[in-house]
C-alpha cells in the first residue's frame, strides 16, 4: 500500500503500564482546558477593560447668545425661584411650573427633550419654570403635587390658574392647556 507508512510500534500503547496512558491523556486534557477556559477569561477582560478606557467622544456645543432660539430658551425655560416667577408673570407673562424629575421618570425627560427641541413653539409671553420634583417639597404641598411630569399655570401671586400632565408630549400638552 502506497501512501504513509505507520510503524506497529508506535501504535502500541501496552509498553505504558497500568493505566499511565489514560493518566497522561487526562492531564493533556485537563491542561487544554484550563488553557482554553483561562484564555478566553483574560480576552474577554482584556476586551471589557479596553472598551472602558477608551475616551468617550464629547461634543462641547458653545451657545450662541446672539441665536434668537437659543436666547428664547435660556430666558424662558429656566430652573424655578421665587424671582424667575417673578420675572415670568411680570407684564402679565404667563408663568408655568413644571414638576419634573429628570434624572429617573421617563416622560419628565421626554417633555425636557420636546421643550428643547421645539421651543419656538411656545408663546412668546409664556415662562416654564422647571421645579425639582425631588427636592422641592414646599411647593409639591402647596399645589398639592402628587406625581411627576404635573405642570401648573400660575398667577403673578403663585396662584394656581389650572394643571395637567403631559404624558412626555411637553409642547402639545402646554399648548392645549395653556391660559
Given amino acids: 500500500m502506497k501512501g504513509i507508512r505507520v510503524c506497529n510500534d508506535c501504535l502500541d500503547l501496552s509498553s505504558l503500564k497500568g493505566g499511565d496512558h489514560m493518566k497522561s491523556q487526562h492531564v493533556i486534557l485537563g491542561a487544554f482546558i484550563v488553557l482554553v477556559v483561562g484564555g478566553g477569561f483574560f480576552y474577554i477582560k482584556n476586551q471589557s477593560a479596553s472598551t472602558s478606557q477608551?475616551?468617550?467622544?464629547?461634543?462641547i456645543t458653545n451657545v450662541d447668545t446672539k441665536d434668537s432660539k437659543?436666547?428664547?430658551i435660556l430666558s424662558r425655560y429656566l430652573d424655578y425661584s421665587s424671582d424667575n416667577l417673578a420675572k415670568a408673570t411680570a407684564n402679565n407673562g404667563?408663568?408655568?411650573l413644571f414638576f419634573a424629575a429628570l434624572k429617573w421618570c421617563p416622560s419628565c425627560q421626554q417633555a425636557d427633550k420636546d421643550f428643547q427641541a421645539n421651543f419656538e413653539k411656545v408663546p412668546s409671553?409664556?415662562?416654564i419654570l422647571k421645579v425639582d420634583y425631588d427636592t422641592a417639597k414646599d411647593l409639591k404641598q402647596k399645589y398639592a403635587i402628587t406625581m411627576q411630569d404635573t405642570f401648573v399655570q400660575v398667577d403673578s401671586d403663585g396662584k394656581e390658574i389650572t394643571r395637567w400632565n403631559s404624558g412626555g408630549e411637553g409642547i402639545k400638552t402646554l399648548l392645549a392647556n395653556l391660559k
Fill in 54 to 59: 477608551q475616551p468617550s467622544e464629547v461634543s
Fill in 70 to 72: 437659543a436666547t428664547n
Fill in 94 to 96: 404667563r408663568a408655568v
Fill in 125 to 127: 409671553d409664556a415662562t
